[in-house]
Structure formats: structure tokens, C-alpha cells
């Protein structure tokens, strides 16, 4: 499968997002290999002209469409929120011909599930679309608002606004026929945003699906440009232990500096040695230190309890890493482990990363 395509989807109330999504598929399931020469100002031929105009008439349609979507809460943890919006997807889908499906995860992976529609044919090359159904807010967050020309709510862009991209691109293409005998899958997962500590589970039917798909596009929000690379992602995790102790001794000889200092220590110098990395990005997203710390990973939260006078003894933080390539992932790895096993006294730290490495 060749290198995933991004196409970016501002959070604008226009129909000019769907027609870029067009653009990419119909090149991809449409139009044949170009040989010889290509005219210096291409013009559109009369079929793309009827997809452009489908695409501009139902504008209204769109926005429509994306409002439902957005007033519907699906944050990751909402499980029955993200199912709602893979129901609201689920006619669209197959009114032009795709085959939909809910997939559902066993119950210890705790998250919805995932959408998936597939047009079968033999024509052309085999399409995976990528969408995510879920949203980095959680609770009833921000509902549909429209100003002008802009669209803003939870998920407008991120991405909900991606999802209707996609299932307009795909209705334009229908409404001239140029989908007959395509293969295409759409996959909108229910959990993009925290696959949980399970995540090998929980992303194996997209894995299935890419392997047997030639070409993958996401429609993730992006800078309003089309890209054919995205950074990677890793999660990470620090634990921290320090011999507990009375606060009044803290800078003195032979007295651990604690667990809440040693995590500060290493997060600082994370951001000291790799923010100047390019493409790199590294955030702690969650930290808790004190006397008696607790953590679920599955609904990322904890909580903690302490006194001013007591040395913490154990810290937890977690976040993400995100990369351009393989080597400078492994790279960022060793300069980490490196800050991490350069331990304040009385204290020792651990860090491991998504994939347990």
C-alpha cells in the first residue's frame, strides 16, 4: 500500500473541502494512467463539471449534515455517542451502494467500536478512506455554531467535517456514475483519538483493511494543503519512586529529592534537549505525584493524596510522542531514556512506550 495522503479540512462552512476530496478520488478510481503530453492549463471535461456542480449544490446539504454530527457528543470515552454517529453515517453511506457494517470490540478494549462501509467492484486501484467517528472532547462540549462563512463546534474539523468530505466526495462521484465497479473502503474508526491500552486490538481491522487496500487518503484537518507523509504517534509513560521522607530535609545530604521533583526534572529536560527537533513533538498530558497515587489507563485518569511535610514518594505521567520517521522515533527514544536513568538522589525513574520497547 503506498504512503497514506492527507487531505485538509478547515472548519469552513463551504463546499471547497469536498471538491479537493473529489479531486483525489478521481484520479484514483476514474481517470487512467496520463501519457504523452498534458495541457499547460487543463480544463475540466464535461463529467467533472457535473461533480463539481453536484458538489456546490449541496452545500447546504453538507452543513446540514455536519451540524447533526457535531451536536451529537462522541468523545472517545462516550461510547454510545460515537455508535449515534456511525448510525447517522450509516444511511448515507448506503444510499450510494457501500455495504455498511458496525464492527464491535470485546468488552475489555473499552471503546465503540468502529464504521465501516465497502463498495465492491474489480475496477481500478482498491481505496481505503479514513475518518474517525469520536473527539478529543469529552462531556457535551461545544455545540454547532455557524458565522458567516465559518463552522465551529466539537469535532467541526477534527473531524467530523473530514467524514462528510468523504461521503460527498463519494456522492459526487455516484451522481455521474463514476463509481460503478470501484473498490473502496471507508473505515471511521471510534476511537482515533485514545485507542486505550489495548489499542492492537482495537486497530486491527483497519490494519486488515490497509492490506488490502493499493492507496489510503485520510481526511484529517490539516493546514488546507494536501500532503503525502504524516508524522507517526507513540505513547510513553514515566513512573517515578523516591524514599519517602519529612519535607525539612530535603536539600540536605543523603535526603531523597522525591518523586515529584524527579518527575519535574525529567519532563523539563525532555523539553530542554528535543524541542528543537524537527517535525518532533512531545506532551505530558497527565500527571500525579504524592504519598498514595492511582492511575487507570483505560479511562485515563487518576488520583493522588499527600501532606506538605512528606517527601512524595511515587509520581505517574503520561503522553504522546509524535515523529517523522523511524529513526528520529528511535532517536527521541534514546535521549529519553538517557534523561530518564539520570536519576536525582534517593529517587529511580522508568519510562516505557506504547509498543512496550
Known sequence: M??????????????WPALIGVAALFQLVVI??????????????????????????HENDQITLLEKAVNINSGTLNLAGVREVGRLFAPEFASIGFDTTWIALPDAVGRAGHFFAEHKGNRGKRVLLIGHLDTVFEGEGQKFVRLDT????????????GDIVILYALKALESVGALKGTRIVVALTGDEEDAGPLHLV?????????????????FEEDAGKGTVARRGFSGWQLTVTARQAHSSGIF??????????????ILNTFRERLSGEQYLSLNPAIIVGGTDVTYDSAKISGTTAGKDNIIAPRAYARGDLRFISDDQLQKTRDTMRAIVADHLPGTTASITFEDGN
Open 150 to 161: 465559518l463552522a465551529a463546534g466539537a469535532g467541526s474539523s477534527d473531524m467530523k467535517g
Open 32 to 57: 487512467p494512467p496520463v501519457t504523452g503530453q498534458v495541457a499547460s492549463e487543463p480544463r475540466l471535461s464535461s463529467v467533472e463539471q457535473k461533480i463539481r456542480d453536484y458538489v456546490r449544490a
Open 2 to 15: 503506498t504512503p497514506i495522503f492527507g487531505y485538509s479540512v478547515p472548519g469552513k462552512a463551504t463546499a
Open 252 to 265: 540536605q545530604p543523603g535526603t531523597s529529592m522525591g518523586a515529584i521533583y524527579e518527575a519535574a526534572r
Open 202 to 218: 482495537s486497530r486491527q481491522p483497519l490494519v486488515d483493511a490497509a492490506k488490502r487496500s493499493d492507496v489510503a487518503l485520510a
